[in-house]
């Protein structure tokens, strides 16, 4: 595939995210739950495929983080707790995929900013753990494990560029929502709407900045290249 060619399919896929993005948020509004319902799967499957549309070197591990991610989706439609713990460990799969991706790309390399960043995001989440506890019930072990590895998500992509680190507070925060509506506090106005939009961008930052930091990491390599090119060596 040539470049246009392969940019004008990203382009398109990622028109098709933002689309389907837009329905879906229209429809938890006008309370459509069949739209809803249909357009939530393909959000993430979107998504993944504009990252392998958009470069002949995507990295690895972030199709996968999105496409594990649309396993949770799926699985969070069904309203039982085996489905629900389904997509929890879908979703915890994806954050070790995100993780491992932006630990590989030296997100952890300046250690002091890092430590400064988990420190953060530590004592956010234990003030998180400790307000919640009483009402999670059942799930209070999955709850504390899965959140340590969002926590972990958002403290190494804040080590990559601003897109990845706020996409990855946006994650956070989606799913804090989630973990008070489990814990039955009060609904805030509009809080499955405020779910899924802080989802969505959050995982258009995620991806559109590991992409960008690709695209930055391959550029020098390109032009040391360009010489040989032209030379013919």
Same mark, same amino acid.
């Given at each position: 595939?040539?470049?246009?060619?392969?940019?004008?399919?990203?382009?398109?896929?990622?028109?098709?995210?933002?689309?389907?993005?837009? =329905?879906?948020?229209?429809?938890?509004?006008?309370?459509?739950?069949?739209?809803?319902h249909a357009?939530?799967?393909?959000?993430?499957?979107?998504?993944?495929?504009?990252?392998?549309?958009?470069?002949?070197?995507?990295?690895?591990?972030?199709?996968?983080?999105?496409?594990?991610?649309?396993? &949770?989706?799926?699985?969070?439609?069904?309203?039982?707790?085996?489905?629900?713990? !389904?997509g929890m460990?879908?979703?915890?799969?994806?954050?070790?995929?995100?993780?491992?991706?932006?630990?590989?790309?030296?997100?952890? +390399?300046?250690?002091?900013?890092?430590?400064?960043?988990?420190?953060?995001?530590?004592? =956010?989440?234990?003030?998180?753990?400790?307000?919640?506890?009483?009402?999670?019930?059942?799930?209070?072990?999955?709850?504390?494990?899965?959140?340590?590895?969002?926590?972990?998500?958002?403290?190494?992509? !804040?080590?990559?560029?601003?897109?990845?680190?706020?996409?990855g507070g946006?994650?956070?925060?989606?799913?804090?929502?989630?973990?008070?509506?489990?814990?039955?506090?009060?609904?805030?106005? &509009?809080?499955?709407?405020?779910?899924?939009?802080?989802?969505?961008?959050?995982?258009?930052?995620?991806? +559109? &900045?590991?992409?960008?930091?690709?695209?930055?990491?391959?550029?020098?390599?390109?032009?040391?290249?360009?010489?040989?090119?032209? +030379? &013919?060596?």
């Amino acid at each position: 595939m040539t470049i246009t060619r392969r940019l004008r399919s990203a382009s398109g896929l990622l028109s098709g995210y933002a689309a389907a993005s837009a =329905a879906h948020l229209g429809a938890i509004v006008t309370g459509v739950n069949t739209l809803r319902h249909a357009t939530k799967p393909a959000l993430m499957p979107l998504l993944a495929a504009h990252s392998l549309a958009g470069t002949e070197e995507a990295p690895k591990l972030l199709a996968p983080a999105l496409l594990l991610s649309a396993g &949770g989706d799926v699985a969070l439609q069904f309203d039982d707790d085996a489905a629900f713990l !389904a997509g929890m460990g879908s979703f915890a799969a994806a954050h070790v995929c995100y993780v491992t991706m932006f630990a590989q790309r030296g997100a952890l +390399t300046d250690r002091r900013r890092s430590a400064v960043i988990a420190a953060a995001y530590a004592a =956010a989440w234990a003030v998180l753990i400790t307000e919640l506890w009483p009402d999670l019930g059942d799930l209070k072990l999955p709850v504390a494990l899965y959140s340590l590895l969002l926590a972990s998500t958002a403290v190494t992509s !804040a080590g990559i560029n601003w897109r990845t680190g706020l996409g990855g507070g946006l994650f956070l925060l989606s799913d804090t929502l989630i973990a008070t509506r489990l814990a039955k506090w009060k609904a805030l106005p &509009g809080h499955e709407f405020w779910i899924m939009a802080t989802y969505i961008v959050g995982q258009y930052l995620l991806a +559109t &900045g590991t992409l960008k930091h690709q695209a930055e990491r391959a550029e020098p390599h390109a032009r040391l290249s360009a010489p040989a090119v032209a +030379t &013919g060596r």
